[in-house]
């Protein structure tokens, strides 16, 4: 009995042991106040995360894939998820501020993740970032390779110059969107033609750009408007990123993929399926298929009054909107943002009660029954103090005039003649004087 105990037990810990693997568990490790100390020998990607969060439970199963994919790559960055809750000094020392929280430690430096939430967007981030700032290409087959990988990359060529220095600059700080890379002349193919060296370029979209400081302004700025291709695929993390670069978004709102759509380097061009999340942003209700334009620098908007029937629509709308005369909606005023406020609190009532009624209702409803309760029971003792004294002064004043009655009741009444003559009081001598 004993000997198959024994084996029923090492059976079931296999199993577990299994599953840890196959969901990822076994390669994420649980931090606790000793990883502030012990960090700096390795590259971390960390979660920081709340165990009530509903966000952090979503994430839970796409980080332990994360964790199991990078162990088997034979990554140098090793995963990890931290209790923000627990060691809140450490996660405040990080800088985290919400749930869950993204980071990759690597020395002295922490970068932030602010992407898609899914498997294949967090390890590349977790690659690019823990890699080299600025990567050479020392071939040209190594630059149709990095070509062929990369939507969106930077290229710096030249020797040593002031134009290095601010590339490097700019790559630290922006690292976590995109690629930076340096090469020599004759590395770049022949199609790329350039006017002088040294100088930066953008691959995207099969083309290049090149920066020109007169005309494009802070190198720094060029880079974060171009780190995305012209026409995307839209969601909120995305539309959060473009509020930086400046630039009107015309966004197709479809049920389904659309990339017809001709495009401009003054716009950002994409699609999003489905209108849940312009219809909270917009704080309306927008019919699909339909085609609106935002400005995320002042929260304005633009929508078109008919279909888009072909690109010559498009055009027109764009132009509208770029000679003043499509009326801007939206705005940043404080009427829009008292308007937001009482959206957002609507939005989330109803969806706490669309997604559980019996916490609504306790969340809402009773400390709303407290406060009726309070007010009630102010309200009822104020009325009956007032009453309790009003009927006290009613009474006493009947007393009194009850007391008043009795006494005169109790004095003779005067004659006539008596009535007349008035009434002197003698002195207390002469009275007793009387009596005896």
């Known amino acids: 009995m004993a000997a198959w105990s024994r084996g029923a037990a090492l059976r079931l810990c296999a199993t577990v042991v299994l599953l840890d693997v196959v969901f990822g568990k076994g390669f994420v490790e649980d931090l606790d106040e000793s ?8 590259i971390w ?4 995360y709340a165990p009530w969060c509903g966000h952090c439970k979503k994430l839970e199963p796409i980080w332990n894939e994360v964790g199991l ?6 990554s140098p960055v090793k995963v990890g998820k931290m209790d923000a ?11 985290v501020r919400g749930y869950p929280t993204i980071k990759l430690l690597k020395g002295d430096l922490a970068y932030n993740y602010r992407g898609p939430r899914t498997k294949d967007d967090i390890i590349e981030f977790a690659h690019r970032v823990s890699g080299a700032l600025i990567r050479p290409l020392p071939s040209q087959q190594m630059f149709e390779h990095v070509q062929k990988r990369h939507r969106v990359f930077f290229l710096y060529i030249g020797g040593e110059s002031p134009l ?4 490097i600059d700019a790559a630290s700080e922006l690292i976590v969107y995109t690629y930076f890379y340096s090469a020599l002349e004759e590395v770049v193919p022949e199609y790329v033609t350039l006017k002088e060296l040294p100088a930066v370029l953008v691959f995207k979209d099969e083309t290049y750009f090149v920066y020109d400081e007169y005309e494009d302004g802070d190198l720094s700025s060029w880079i974060n408007r171009e780190r995305f291709q012209n026409y995307l695929t839209m969601d909120g993390f995305l539309l959060y990123e473009l509020g930086d670069t400046g630039k009107l978004v015309a966004v197709a709102v479809i049920d389904e993929k659309n990339t017809s759509i ?9 699609h999003m399926d489905g209108n849940d999340y312009i219809n ?4 309306d209700e927008l019919t699909v298929p339909t085609v609106v334009v935002l400005n995320t620098s002042n929260q304005q908007y633009f929508l078109l009054d008919r279909k888009v029937k072909n690109a010559e629509d498009m055009v027109q709308f764009i132009n509208n909107i770029l000679d003043g005369t499509v009326e801007a909606q939206g705005g940043d005023s404080i009427w829009q943002r008292l308007k937001r406020i009482v959206f957002d609190a609507k939005s989330t009532i109803v969806s706490i009660f669309k997604s559980s009624p019996l916490m609504g209702c306790f969340l809402f409803g009773l400390p709303l029954g407290v406060i009726s309760i309070m007010c009630y029971g102010i309200y009822t003792a104020d009325s009956d103090g007032g009453y309790i004294e009003e009927r006290y002064e009613i009474s006493k004043s009947e007393f009194e005039s009850q007391e008043l009655m009795e006494e005169s009741k109790e004095q003779p009444e005067p004659s006539n003649a008596e009535s007349l003559v008035p009434t002197v009081q003698e002195p207390k001598n002469v009275l007793e004087k009387k009596k005896d």
Do not use: C, P
């Open 280 to 283: 909270s942003l917009l704080m």
């Open 45 to 48: 990607l960390v979660d920081f």
């Open 35 to 42: 990883f502030k100390d012990n960090r700096k020998d390795d």
């Open 164 to 167: 290095k220095e601010k590339y």
């Open 69 to 74: 994919e990078m162990k088997s790559i034979g």
């Open 262 to 270: 001709e495009h401009t380097r003054d716009f950002q061009f994409g």
């Open 85 to 95: 809750t627990s060691y809140s000094s450490i996660a405040s020392e990080f800088g």
